[in-house]
């Protein structure tokens, strides 16, 4: 071992580990959650040679997740979006309530921006995909452990898309609810294209009586054609019904 020298009281000199001045390497406790053995057992080989990560356990499905999970505490939980039981979801939302402290990561074949903006919302704070590097799936547990939240980066681009497509659709949803219940009406059959005199026939109302409430509906959503009004009545979700 490296040694170095250090002087007493007396002057004399005496050697000490290099070590007795480093701070000792902390440990990262990991559970780890995949349905596939053979997947599993190459991500238990993988933290087996790091230092600074000790596999307490794995599940393959959710029950088992739940009772590791509860026994061990681990400071992260690196998981798969699937698995018997349950899925990365309600698997989050499980571990945000009865284990707070846990930082979960997922590690999935999916790429969907959906699930991804789902998982972070429900508490997730990394999200990799398997063809990731080891290198990079260690690097990520690191700084989740430190308390960041990490995507790589052409994750993290789906995710401010699927984040901004989301706020939008709430702004849109904001602007709709200050329509009147009859222009909401009006705004719903615009969305199926029907024409003034059609909305005029469905709703009893004479075609100059649409043509107000168009031009209320237009001033309220920011418009200044039907076409885009019937757009932005899709994107809020009003011809869902």
């Known amino acids: 071992m490296a040694s170095r020298q250090s002087q007493t009281r007396d002057g004399s000199t005496e050697q000490q580990p290099n070590g007795a001045m480093e701070v000792a390497l902390q440990t990262i406790s990991l559970a780890l959650v995949d349905d596939h053995p053979i997947f599993l057992s190459g991500l238990q080989q993988l933290f087996r040679k790091q230092k600074d990560f000790k596999v307490v356990?794995?599940?393959?499905?959710?029950?088992?997740?739940?009772?590791?999970?509860?026994?061990?505490?681990?400071?992260?939980?690196?998981?798969?979006?699937?698995?018997?039981?349950?899925?990365?979801i309600t698997a989050t939302s499980f571990l945000r309530k009865e284990v707070p402290g846990t930082k979960i990561v997922m590690l999935t074949g999916y790429d969907n921006p959906d699930l991804i903006f789902r998982a972070i919302k429900?508490?997730?704070?990394?999200?990799?995909?398997?063809?990731?590097?080891?290198?990079?799936?260690?690097?990520?547990?690191?700084?989740?452990?430190?308390?960041?939240?990490?995507?790589s980066p052409d994750l993290a681009s789906k995710?401010?898309?699927?984040?901004?497509?989301?706020?939008?659709?709430?702004?849109?949803?904001?602007?709709?609810?200050?329509?009147?219940k009859r222009e909401e009406q009006v705004l719903r059959?615009?969305?199926?294209?029907?024409?003034?005199?059609?909305?005029?026939?469905?709703?009893?109302?004479?075609?100059?009586?649409v043509k107000m409430h168009l031009a209320s509906i237009f001033r309220k959503l920011h418009v200044n054609d039907r076409t885009k009004a019937a757009v932005l009545a899709l994107k809020a979700g009003l011809g869902e019904k």
């Open 159 to 180: 995710f401010l898309s699927e984040f901004q497509r989301d706020q939008e659709i709430e702004e849109l949803r904001r602007m709709v609810q200050t329509l009147t």
């Open 57 to 88: 356990g794995v599940a393959e499905n959710m029950e088992g997740l739940k009772q590791l999970c509860q026994r061990e505490q681990p400071a992260v939980v690196l998981m798969d979006f699937e698995f018997p039981g349950g899925d990365g």
């Open 122 to 151: 429900v508490g997730a704070v990394g999200y990799l995909l398997k063809n990731t590097r080891s290198k990079e799936i260690l690097d990520t547990l690191r700084r989740v452990a430190a308390g960041e939240v990490f995507l």
């Open 189 to 209: 059959l615009v969305a199926t294209g029907a024409t003034n005199k059609e909305i005029s026939g469905q709703l009893f109302i004479s075609e100059l009586t």
